[in-house]
């Protein structure tokens, strides 16, 4: 079992940054392949960023390409997602994922591949 709890959302203006994390606990925290999903009012959830279990592999959505950052410190298991230029479309509900993988630079972007969920952390940005 993997828990995650997501934290550092908040109401920030457009343009600004902000810095969301994951922290993960459970017997394979450290094992897992993560990634960061957004879901929109009325949209479907959508894929963010992810990053392999070694840190060294990251893929971006190209909405955020350019503009957020995934990373990972595996001795505090905890995933991070640094966003710049934050727009009001960035405004949603960020979900962070674990997979558990024994391959350490793959990566994951389909929330089929995606086995523990967190509760989600606001993100809301205002003009």
């Known amino acids: 079992q993997v828990q995650l709890l997501e934290s550092g959302g908040g109401l920030v203006q457009a343009g600004e940054s902000l810095r969301i994390s994951c922290a993960a606990s459970g017997r394979t925290a450290s094992d897992n392949a993560m990634a960061w999903f957004r879901q929109a009012p009325g949209n479907e959830r959508e894929f963010v960023a992810a990053?392999?279990?070694?840190?060294?592999?990251?893929f971006y959505a190209d909405s955020v390409k350019g503009r957020f950052t995934i990373s990972r410190d595996n001795a505090k298991n905890t995933v991070y997602l640094q966003m710049n230029s934050l727009t009001r479309e960035d405004t949603a509900v960020y979900y962070c994922?674990?997979?558990?993988?024994?391959?350490?630079?793959?990566?994951?972007?389909?929330?089929?591949?995606?086995?523990?969920w967190g509760q989600g952390t606001q993100v809301t940005v205002s003009s």
């Open positions: 990053i392999s279990r070694s840190g060294g592999t990251a």
């Open positions: 994922a674990a997979r558990v993988t024994v391959r350490s630079s793959s990566y994951y972007i389909k929330e089929s591949e995606y086995g523990y």
